[in-house]
C-alpha cells in the first residue's frame, strides 16, 4: 500500500530493456512538496526511473501510483498523469518554428482548453517568474541555451503541474549558463512547495535545496539521506567513490 502522505508511491519496480534489466526492485515514496535530487553513474538507471513515473517508460514488474492513480496501460489515465506531472529534459525540446510564447501557451490552449487571453497572461506571468519576460516574442533560436531552458521551465509551469521532474536539466549548457538555470529551480523549489524529483550531478543545488538525496548504481537505490548526511557520511562504498569522482 502506497504510504498515505505519498504522492508518489514505486514498490518493488522492475524495468528492463532486452535482457538487460535496468531498474531492479525500486521502492520510493515520495511526499507531497518533496524535493529529491538523484544522482550516480552514468547508465545507473536514473533517467529511466524518472521516465517511468510519467510512463514516458513503462516498468514491466513492481507498481507505480502516481496522485492516487496506478499506472497501467489506461490511455485516460496516463494522460490525466501527464497534465499532473512536469518535465524538464537535458535538451530543451522547444517547437523552434514557434515564438516563445506560442510554445507556452500551445499546451495550456489545447489541453487545458484556456483561451488564447487566459494563456498569454499566464505564459508572461511564467516568464517573468524565469526572469526572461521580455523574450516572448523571439523564436528559440535567438536565445541563449540557458533562456531556452528556462523557457521550458516556463512551458512546464503554464501546465500547472503538482509534480516537476528534471532530467540532467543543466548538462547540456555551457558553463556560464548553469548558475542562471539553477537559480531558477532554487526558486520554484523555495516559494513553490512543488514536489520535485531531479537528476542531477550539482552538488551545491542539492545541498541547498534537497529534502533527500537518492544515489542510484546498476538499477538499484544504494543509499538515501538527507543532503548533509548524504555528502558528509555516505554510507556504502558505492556511494564514497562516486563522491569521490565527481568531488575532485
Ligand atoms: N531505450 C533504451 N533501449 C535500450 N537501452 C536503453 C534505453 N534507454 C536507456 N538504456 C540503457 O539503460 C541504461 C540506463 O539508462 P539511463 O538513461 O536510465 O541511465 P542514467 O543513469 O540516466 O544515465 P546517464 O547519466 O548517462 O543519462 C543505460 O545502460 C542505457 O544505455
Redesign the pocket.
Known amino acids: 500500500m502506497p504510504a498515505p502522505d505519498s504522492i508518489i508511491s514505486m514498490q518493488q519496480v522492475g524495468k528492463w530493456?532486452?535482457q538487460?534489466q535496468?531498474l531492479r526492485g525500486i521502492d520510493l515514496e515520495v511526499a507531497r512538496g518533496e524535493r529529491i535530487v538523484i544522482c550516480?553513474?552514468?547508465?545507473?538507471?536514473?533517467?529511466?526511473?524518472i521516465?517511468c513515473i510519467n510512463r514516458l517508460e513503462e516498468h514491466q514488474q513492481g507498481r507505480i501510483v502516481v496522485e492516487g492513480i496506478e499506472l497501467t496501460n489506461d490511455l485516460r489515465q496516463i494522460e490525466r498523469i501527464r497534465r499532473d506531472v512536469g518535465m524538464v529534459f537535458q535538451h530543451f525540446n522547444l517547437f523552434p518554428h514557434l515564438t516563445v510564447l506560442e510554445n507556452l501557451t500551445l499546451g495550456p490552449m489545447w489541453v487545458l482548453k484556456q483561451t488564447r487571453a487566459q494563456a498569454e497572461a499566464t505564459a508572461m506571468q511564467y516568464l517573468a517568474r524565469v526572469r526572461i519576460p521580455d523574450q516572448a516574442s523571439k523564436y528559440p533560436g535567438q536565445l541563449s541555451g540557458g533562456q531556452q531552458q528556462r523557457v521550458a521551465i516556463a512551458r512546464s509551469l503554464c501546465m500547472q503541474p503538482k509534480i516537476m521532474l528534471f532530467?540532467?536539466p543543466t548538462s547540456a549548457l555551457d558553463p556560464e549558463m548553469v548558475k542562471e538555470v539553477l537559480d531558477v529551480m532554487i526558486g520554484l523549489a523555495e516559494e513553490s512547495g512543488m514536489t520535485m524529483l531531479c537528476?542531477t550531478h550539482e552538488m551545491g543545488f542539492a545541498r541547498q535545496v534537497a529534502d533527500r538525496v537518492i544515489f542510484?548504481d546498476r538499477g538499484e537505490i544504494v543509499e538515501q539521506n538527507t543532503p548533509d548526511a548524504f555528502f558528509d557520511h555516505p554510507q556504502h562504498e558505492r556511494t564514497r567513490l562516486f563522491l569521490s569522482q565527481i568531488l575532485h
Do not use: A, I
Request: neutral net charge; without cysteine.
Open positions: 530493456y532486452g538487460f535496468v550516480g553513474p552514468s547508465g545507473s538507471g536514473k533517467s529511466t526511473l521516465r532530467d540532467e537528476v542510484m
